[in-house]
């Protein structure tokens, strides 16, 4: 493909870096819009970065100018929020108005994030795909619901004739997850020793820079207004603590936690969160809820029409356990020059 001269939304997060990064070390012009108060450490040199915010149209008019392609990464990823209209705001308006802002800018692609929460499960137990209807009760969060109406502002652009491409990213795993993602702190987690059961679901796990090279494929071949699925290897919860344990010789769990006892555990944290702390909760029901579904995809569909890498699920676990202890995740950093590269490796 040409070099591009791309915008990348979310470029302070995880996946949103790794696009980024990518994107600027295959010689692309790359900028990247941050908020304000963002944490910049991510960023890798020789971005130009714009501040701005995804609630604030002009600021968005600005960063689109001069762009043709537009990587649209930010979100507003919670299981719980005090206000979830925030929720709204960010994630469905938000697109609404980057949207509009690269349209009349003259974009000439754009790729929407989603995630494979708007995907359907009613396959189940076999792994679903971009064509399978959602499921009734699905949508169990606002976080989900918030890009579920987020996708369909997307695809409702697409059959205006704007060049929309969706990207649904799996569960990314891998180095570079500094705040970190709910995936992120359960290896931070099991690593403090602070699981000593699990709960009997499954996820599909992907190299999170084989999810940033899906953007830059969707870019280049994906078809307008169709959905693709960035994923890799399908594992149950307690597969990938097993994973984490072989790694790092240590333990996986051994005690499956029953869904009624973790749906009160979900309940009483949720409560006490909403009531008293008005923080987020230590064990949030939104985020127990969905464990009750096996989310396992079937992404034949980004293999065979854009190429999408299939980089080992490993791998990537093993680095990333490698980035966390090397900042100090797990407690005290490795001392320097100690070998932090796990036996595995």
Same mark, same amino acid.
């Given at each position: ?43 890798? +040199? ?28 930010? *979100? ?45 499960? +009613? ?53 570079? =997850?500094?705040?970190? &993602? ?24 992907? =190299?999170?820079? =084989? ?60 409560? @006490? ?13 939104? *985020?127990?809820?969905? +464990?009750?579904?096996?989310?396992? @995809? =079937? ?22 356990? &490698? ?20 036996? +595995?490796?």
């Amino acid at each position: 493909m040409s070099t591009q001269n791309a915008l990348v939304t979310g470029a302070s997060g995880f996946v949103g870096s790794h696009v980024a990064e990518l994107l600027l070390k295959e010689g692309h012009d790359v900028r990247v819009l941050v908020r304000p108060t963002s944490n910049r450490d991510q960023l890798a +040199s020789g971005l130009e970065v714009v501040e701005g915010d995804l609630r604030d149209p002009e600021s968005l008019r600005k960063a689109v100018q001069g762009r043709d392609t537009v990587y649209h990464v930010a *979100a507003d990823y919670r299981f719980w929020a005090k206000n979830p209209r925030e929720l709204y705001d960010n994630n469905v308006q938000g697109t609404d108005n980057i949207l509009r802002a690269s349209r009349d800018a003259g974009v000439k692609k754009f790729v929407y994030t989603s995630t494979v929460g708007t995907i359907g499960l +009613s396959a189940q137990p076999a792994p679903c795909d971009e064509t399978t209807p959602i499921k009734p009760g699905q949508f169990s969060n606002h976080y989900k619901l918030s890009k579920w109406e987020a996708e369909k502002v997307a695809l409702g652009y697409a059959r205006e004739g704007f060049p929309v491409v969706i990207v649904n990213p799996s569960t990314p795993i891998g180095p570079g =997850d500094a705040k970190p &993602t709910p995936t992120g702190q359960i290896i931070v987690d099991f690593m403090r020793g602070k699981i000593p059961a699990y709960v009997n679901t499954g996820l599909n796990f992907v =190299d999170v820079r =084989d999810v940033a090279r899906g953007h830059l494929l969707a870019a280049e071949k994906g078809r307008i207004g169709e959905r693709y699925i960035l994923g890799n290897q399908n594992m149950t919860m307690l597969e990938f603590l097993e994973l984490l344990g072989d790694l790092t010789q240590r333990a996986a769990p051994r005690y499956r936690i029953p869904y009624p006892v973790a749906w009160m555990a979900g309940a009483l944290s949720t409560a @006490f969160a909403d009531l008293v702390t008005k923080k987020a909760p230590a064990v949030p029901l939104e *985020a127990v809820k969905m +464990s009750k579904n096996f989310m396992f @995809f =079937d992404t034949s569909k980004s293999l065979r029409e854009l190429g999408v890498p299939q980089s080992p699920v490993r791998q990537a676990a093993a680095e990333a356990l &490698t980035w966390f202890a090397i900042r100090g995740y797990f407690g005290a950093p490795p001392a320097k020059g100690a070998n932090t590269q796990w036996q +595995s490796l």
